[in-house]
């Protein structure tokens, strides 16, 4: 080996190690950064001895897709999970079920025993009409909380909608700045491994949104579409678009205004196993599935107290006319058999709406006797046509009738025959069980996503172990290269002594 030969073989070791040494200390720099991929100074031999010609970037596609496909199953199952919780903090209360409907209705119905068995007892009678209140002020406010899920779900939808816009915009310098480093720089230049982590970090954001399909293209150039095939991104962003309403009222339970991408109606998930992929498609799922089953049920119930303990007028036994009791609600008007709240049909937002009697409260025994809807031309309405003060027919009639099978509305996603304060308690359980299964599924979902987040890591990530060790290598290196340097020193010196 000449000499010429052995300082060009020095000169390749330094420019070699100082090359690997600065990609070795940025991937120790970045260990602790997520949207980071480890690089690696490759290395080839050729004439001129070993020479660095490429730096290349940790790339996993298979694993980079399973990861975001459970960063979109979980971020839905977790909002899901969290819409059932606060639900049922806000409607059930703790483990005792304190402010659920169902115990005001049970602690109600012993009120209305203690009233039967003492009649003429006037405080039995103002505590019927006490545990009433409360039983319709449960019902009120449950309504309140559940037309407040749907709300608080219309802005997460509307939050959601701007995120995901700005993020497709960002999306798009992102791409443009890979597809001209790929240009310019060629497909193994330090530039254009910085800009697929900036990119891989903006689809990672996006995937928490909606759930997204990649395909890549020519000059690296990437398309995203939803996993139902919706064009989100193919060279310019697509227009996410949605009109938030401000408020929600339990009278409209209808859909509300959906979330167009590119043009197309995104669909709302399904379950409490959601089939939603990212947030957008489970907070649909909440304000247009779940608050309004819910509310469906609160208002079955309230339906179930207004027919119970409505009268009936004895002037036309053959075709009786009936009025509201003690439960009232705004615009109650009189019906027949069969029809207004004897039908088995839901009357949307009647449990925000129900209301006590002012003639009840003002007169509780209005209860026991009949009478609330007397008039002065028409007194039909009384049972209690004799006065007396230890008479509890009409009270033992509604206790029977409340623990007696009657029919409900099926969309309510409840029992369709059922009495009263079994139905009650179902809607306690229906909202349990699917609070239980989303547990269970978000669970799932977590520890999916922390698989997959591992593997996806492992692969390109940064592990301070193997990056140390390759340091201490590029040292050898460098070392040996100092040798060879010094080497030739010592026989170009012993060339000059000769000479001279």
Known sequence: MSLTTALNNAQAIFNNTGTQSSVVSNNIANANNTNYSRRQAVLTTNMAGAQVVQISRSSEPSLQKAYLGSSSSDSAQQLLLNAYSNLQSATIGGNNNEIAPATYLSAFQDAMQNYAGSPSNATAAQSAINAAQSLVTSLNNATT?????????????????????????????????????????????????????????ILGQISQIVGVTTVTRGNNDMALYTTSGTTLFETIPRTVTFQPTSTYTADAPGPGNSVYIDGVALTPGQGANTTAQGTLQAALQIRDDVAPTYQKQLDEIARGLVTTFAETNNTNPSSPVMATGLFTYSGATTWTSGTGPSNAAVISGLAG????????????????????????????????????????????????????KTSFDGSAGSS??????????????????????????????SAALSRSSSAYSNATGVNLDEELTLMMDIEQSYKAGTKILNAVNEMLQSVLDIAS
């Not at 791409?175 to 990119?199: E, F, H, I, W």
């Not at 025959?417 to 669970?443: C, F, H, K, P, V």
């Open 353 to 404: 709406s129900i209301k006590l009697s002012s003639a009840a409260v003002a007169n509780p025994n209005l209860v026991r006797d009949g009478g609330i809807n007397n008039t002065a031309t028409n007194t039909g309405y009384t049972k209690n046509t004799s006065g007396d003060s230890g008479y509890s027919t009409q009270l033992d009639a509604y206790i029977t009738a409340m623990n007696t």
């Open 145 to 201: 909380a559940v037309q407040g899920a749907r709300a608080d779900a219309d802005k997460q939808i509307a939050s959601d909608v701007t995120t995901l816009n700005s993020l497709l915009s960002q999306f798009q310098q992102a791409n443009d700045a890979v597809k001209s480093a790929t240009a310019s720089a060629g497909p193994t230049s330090n530039a254009l491994a910085d800009a697929l982590d900036q990119r891989d970090s």
């Open 416 to 445: 369709t025959n059922a009495s009263l304060m079994d139905y009650s308690s179902s809607s306690i359980g229906w909202l349990e069980g699917q609070r239980s299964t989303a547990t269970t599924a978000a669970e799932n979902t």
